[in-house]
């Protein structure tokens, strides 16, 4: 016999599966939100020097100054890293548009699927509705510097180094197929949609230039 308890407990956790389709958005909570950038950071397992400046809102190439490491930029899990007087050093962070010397980059769209939701003060990239069959692609040639989850919200998150000042970041609700390391060319495979449920999944994409966002539209390659 099941109790009621027991029955209690059992549609409680089926409502919430069902709530939790690939439909939804690809941020989903999985590690602390952070109100404020607090003085140091802990680092966790699976953390990057990138994925901690991505959390934060940084550029990595201060924050490695800050902790005096040099590349490859190496932390290791329990490490303290300073954050605050990187903040403070970088100033707000802002959404300016690309300067001129920024065209010697050539970006490729990362999907060819719609655009769902614009650039906004709201959204610090595009977002993509994906359908079964769907690829997801680098928008341009780079390393992949961080590939898991649950950084600050996002839920698989692929995060590619393009350049000193360039990074681009694929969030997913299903896990990329790429390793922290690997180096991809432009329209390199990252993700593929083999299923997406019945009201499909949902690609974030951003480009972020010195630690600050920008809009995608401003560097794609007209389609």
């Known amino acids: 016999m099941i109790d009621s308890g027991y029955r209690a407990w059992l549609s409680t956790l089926l409502i919430i599966a069902g709530c939790a389709s690939l439909g939804q958005p690809p941020v ?4 602390p939100i952070f109100s404020a950038t ?28 800050l902790n005096a490491l040099v590349d490859p930029y190496r932390i290791f899990s329990g490490e303290q890293v300073r954050l605050m007087s990187s903040r403070v050093a ?5 959404r ?34 994906l359908t079964k069959n769907t690829h997801v692609t ?3 040639a780079g390393e992949v510097v961080y590939a898991g989850t649950g950084l600050g919200g996002y839920r698989h998150l692929v995060i590619i180094k393009h350049d000193e000042r360039f990074l681009s970041a694929y969030s997913l609700n299903q896990p990329g197929r790429v390793a922290e ?20 999944s949902t690609l974030h994409f951003e480009i972020r230039r010195d630690g600050a966002p920008v809009d995608p539209l401003s560097l794609l390659q007209a389609r």
Do not use: C, H
């Not at 989903?28 to 590690?31: G, K, L, P, T």
């Open 28 to 31: 989903a909570e999985r590690s």
């Open 38 to 65: 607090p003085e140091f950071y802990s680092v966790t397992p699976g953390d990057t020097l990138y994925s901690i400046a991505w959390r934060f809102d940084l550029d990595f190439r201060t924050l490695a100054r």
């Open 90 to 94: 970088i100033g707000p962070i802002d």
């Open 96 to 129: 300016a548009q690309p300067r001129v010397d920024d065209a010697r980059l050539r970006w490729s769209w990362p999907t060819q699927a719609r655009v769902s939701a614009g650039y906004s003060n709201a959204n610090s990239g595009l977002n993509f509705k």
């Open 138 to 140: 680098a928008a341009g």
């Open 181 to 200: 390391g690997e180096r991809l060319a432009a329209g390199d495979l990252i993700a593929a949609m083999a299923d997406v449920g019945r009201s499909g």
